[in-house]
């Protein structure tokens, strides 16, 4: 049991006590609001089960507090706090959320930019947007003057319905960041220009925000601690000037973040594996230097003992851990009594939060499947335990782990048979690839999970029919994963080779195959592209051909942008819109694009890391048996959008274990 003395000591924030130092931040989950702005049940369920564990804070989702300041109504809603017919029901979050000791803060903005595509407001026009045909033009001075008394009639709404603090946003590129950033502030009247006009707009607002609400309610500034945007972004030195500045101003609190999504930075906001943990604490431990109040630091901080250790060394006084808290609800709690182990890990590889916002409208999890559905599923240890059935799981990939997990967890006996003499499957060949060991966290999480719950785990047991009459299973789980296909309508003459060695990705990484100097990857998703990374890193040339016009389409575009990245600065040579490959006379390897035939020098080893076929014999076996069967993870598929992915299995192998 590990105690975590400095993350649970409490703090004072304005006149507001605060009970720990654990903040979940604003997110925009993009559920739960009705098309009029007004929140439903599952916007309540979703933050009332992460209140149950008592973080110290938690903040709403940002708040637009006019009808110009929020995000594109097409991908994402938001609470409508311009309007009075929200409030009923805000009032209802709030006292769903005060039924814990919990201070939770409504957060104010407009969003400026993130009104594209319709057209949207900054400090300036932006002539780089415009011409892509995204409309963007000036505050006037009339309307920043309205979008103050906004700020402000928001701010008294928000303490009406019972809000305990409000936090004012500044970052992430919504409209106050674009004044405070010269690039995106190129005005030339009183709101333009020096330092000191461009924090106008901001202290303009929480001036009138103080105003209206008095000194009993706290009130924090979100600001971002650099944009990232290279020549003339708003960074450290200029937080560190405006920081006392905001004290004086009866601020009591600043939060600093970074990146922008309409700034093209997104991928500092929400951070995949590629960052360290904590790695913008030097952000609040410098601005901390300049004021007395409270600085909280956000910057992928999954762990608590990490969290802790910010708080010791001084680096910040509250630490945000908002992913985490998607990922294990409980996570607060857990850390409070000193089980770290006991927390599910957040993998950081951002498919299910910030992706599934940006591809579908709607936040989820890799590893938690009840987000967004907390409302609906209600957890209930041993509810079918007065009439438990046997349920056996074939394959100890996450997706039979997490079914074997939560059909345990209902009472059911389970047993989990695995081929192989270790659980994990294709996670735990990820995480052999460069960076990202860290994606097999969890792995350790379902192991004791599983062991607390009683689930037998038998290791090199293949499950076939002779097994399943020995054991007969009242219900059986597939999750007996994919198998490598050679992608034959896409290489052509394999009988050419000589002396060009073969493997698919599984061999490659399961069996640590040696391979030649000079590498063809066939395959340019999620899967082609990390062995690219894996074999470059060992400093062999790498070829990459893909069919389509996309590369690692199932990887978020964060996760994606960084092993981009890694593979551009270490030469890898991608080719996208392959025809197919050719291989002739000895050895010689030709790609085909369109009319264009060129030869990939010197191929030693292909590597196939493309097609996949579904490992369902199993399947038909016990269903001609009449045992009830369900199959999940890459066993019911794995090429089309949504399939092949963690958090595809996860999700599968969790309703399944629910359903028995």
């Known amino acids: 049991m590990q105690k975590l003395k400095h993350l649970f000591q409490p703090i004072r924030v304005g006149p507001m006590e605060v009970k720990n130092r654990i903040v979940m931040s604003a997110m925009d989950p993009g559920f739960g609001i009705e098309e009029d702005g007004s929140v439903t049940p599952q916007l309540t369920g979703f933050l009332v089960e992460r209140a149950r564990s008592r973080p110290g804070m938690i903040v709403s989702g940002a708040m637009p507090v006019h009808p110009t300041g929020t995000a594109d109504p097409a991908t994402v809603r938001m609470v409508h706090l311009w309007e009075d017919h929200v409030l009923p029901s805000l009032e209802q979050m709030v006292k769903a959320v005060h039924q814990y000791d919990v201070k939770f803060g409504a957060q104010l903005n407009h969003g400026g930019l993130a009104h594209i595509p ?146 093209g930075t997104l991928h500092y906001t929400i951070m995949p594996m590629y960052e360290e943990q904590g790695v913008f604490a030097r952000f609040s431990q410098e601005v901390k230097k300049h004021v007395s109040i409270p600085v909280i630091i956000v910057g992928r901080i999954k762990s608590p003992v990490v969290a802790d250790r910010i708080i010791a060394e001084g680096k910040a006084d509250l630490t945000v851990m908002s992913r985490a808290q998607i990922a294990d609800p409980e996570m607060v709690e857990k850390a409070r009594r000193g089980e770290i182990d006991e927390i599910r890990p957040c993998l950081a590889e951002c498919l299910g939060c910030i992706e599934g916002i940006l591809r579908y409208g709607e936040a989820s999890c890799a590893v938690n499947a009840r987000v967004g559905r907390e409302y609906l599923l209600p957890e209930i240890e041993g509810e079918k335990a007065a009439a438990p059935r046997k349920v056996l799981v074939a394959g100890a990939g996450v997706a039979g782990l997490e079914a074997a997990r939560r059909a345990a967890f209902a009472g059911h006996r389970v047993l989990v048979c695995e081929s192989r003499g270790w659980v994990g499957g294709q996670l735990k060949l990820a995480s052999i690839i460069p960076r990202r060991a860290e994606i097999a966290d969890i792995l350790p ?27 007969k299973p009242d219900v059986l789980i597939v999750a007996t994963g994919s198998l490598p296909e050679v992608p034959l309508g896409f290489v052509e003459g394999l009988g050419n080779i000589k002396d060009i060695e073969l493997m698919t990705a599984d061999e490659l990484l399961e069996e640590q195959k040696l391979t030649g100097d000079s590498v063809l990857v066939v395959g340019g998703d999620q899967i082609g592209l990390q062995v690219a990374d894996y074999l470059s890193e060992q400093g062999k040339t790498v070829y990459v051909v893909e069919r389509g016009g ?42 085909i694009t369109g009319n264009d035939r060129d030869r990939l020098p010197d191929i030693e080893t292909i590597v196939f890391a493309s097609d996949r076929r579904p490992n369902i014999f199993l399947a038909e076996v016990a269903e001609r048996k009449g045992i009830e069967t369900h199959i999940v993870g890459d066993a019911a598929g794995v090429a089309a959008e949504g399939q092949g992915t963690i958090m595809a299995a996860i999700t599968a192998g969790y309703d399944a274990g629910r359903q028995v």
């Not at 199932?554 to 490959?581: C, F, P, T």
């Open 445 to 471: 999480w379902y192991e004791r999970q599983l062991n607390e719950l009683g689930v037998q785990v038998r290791l090199n047991v293949t499950v076939d029919e002779s097994l399943l009459d020995e054991i």
């Open 118 to 263: 319709e057209e949207a407001i900054a400090a300036s026009d932006v002539p780089e947007m415009n011409a892509v045909g995204l409309k963007t033009r000036a505050a006037t001075k009339e309307e920043l003057k309205e979008f103050v008394a906004a700020f402000a009639d928001g701010a008294e709404k928000s303490v009406r319905v019972g809000f305990d603090f409000l936090e004012i946003h500044g970052g992430h590129g919504y409209l106050i960041n674009t004044f405070l950033t010269p690039r995106y502030n190129r005005r030339t009247d009183e709101y333009g220009g020096s330092f000191d006009n461009r924090i106008r707009f901001l202290l303009e607002v929480v001036r009138a925000v103080r105003e209206r609400v008095g000194d009993g309610i706290p009130i924090g500034v979100r600001l971002n601690g650099d944009d990232f945007i290279g020549q003339g972004s708003w960074a450290l030195p200029e937080v560190c000037r405006l920081a006392p500045i905001l004290e004086k101003e009866s601020v009591d609190y600043l939060s600093i973040t970074a990146g922008a999504a309409s700034m």
């Open 550 to 591: 996309h590369f690692a389409r199932k990887m978020a575009s964060a996760d994606r942008r960084y092993l981009v990245g890694r593979l551009i600065e270490k030469g890898v040579r991608r080719h996208k819109n392959v025809q197919k490959v050719e291989i002739v006379g000895t050895d010689e390897v030709w790609m």
